[in-house]
């Protein structure tokens, strides 16, 4: 289990799809501390990649991103967020399908669950998607941080197939679409 953020920061447990992809570009976010993949929601304990692959534990994969709200907000965050995946349809982001890719916000407090509601009717206000959000707001349950093999895995294996034909091209448009404020 993830330990409380440092004095100072907050915490989002954002779920955006494969969680490699949401770690890759909230890395690279100024203002993000730090990301840690992980599992949250589900009625497991300690739940594995496995067991969260076979869709019966309830988990979904999601990124722990502790960030500092001085230098970035949490709305700005959520703005992110949306950018960046696809919050229109249950349960699948491209080719990865199943319950464990929910989109998902687990809000950490009234302000974040707030936050998010404002975020997310501003995002449909601006009919930036054809299709309704159907993002999910979850209160906060325990995160369990995945194994370690999947921490910072596009950073590691770039060369890897799903990394350069699926988070390569995200994180690309992030870069483009945010570039004003990425970590120098």
């Not at 991103?65 to 349960?91: C, I, M, Q, W």
């Not at 370690?148 to 799903?162: C, M, N, S, T, V």
Request: glycine share 8%; with cysteine.
């Amino acid at each position: 289990m993830a330990e409380q953020p440092s004095p100072g920061n907050e915490v989002a447990v954002l779920g955006g799809g494969c969680f490699w992809c949401v770690e890759a570009v909230f890395t690279e976010l100024r203002g993000v501390k730090s990301v840690l993949p992980g599992y949250s929601g589900g009625h497991v304990d300690n739940p594995t990649y496995e067991q969260v692959c076979g869709k019966d534990t309830g988990h979904i994969e999601v990124a722990r991103v502790e960030f500092d709200p001085a230098e970035l907000s949490y709305s700005d965050l959520l703005r992110v967020f949306f950018a960046t995946h696809d919050p229109t349809t249950p349960g699948r982001q491209g080719n990865d399908v199943g319950p464990q890719y929910e989109s998902a916000i687990f809000w950490q407090n009234e302000a974040q669950r707030e936050q998010a509601e404002a975020v997310i009717a501003e995002v449909e206000a601006q009919k930036v998607y054809d299709a309704p959000i159907v993002t999910r707001l979850l209160a906060p349950v325990r995160f369990w941080q995945a194994e370690d093999y999947h921490r910072d895995y596009f950073a590691l294996h770039p060369e890897q197939g799903y990394c350069q034909f699926v988070i390569a091209p995200k994180v690309a448009k992030f870069r483009k679409q945010f570039q004003d404020r990425l970590q120098k």
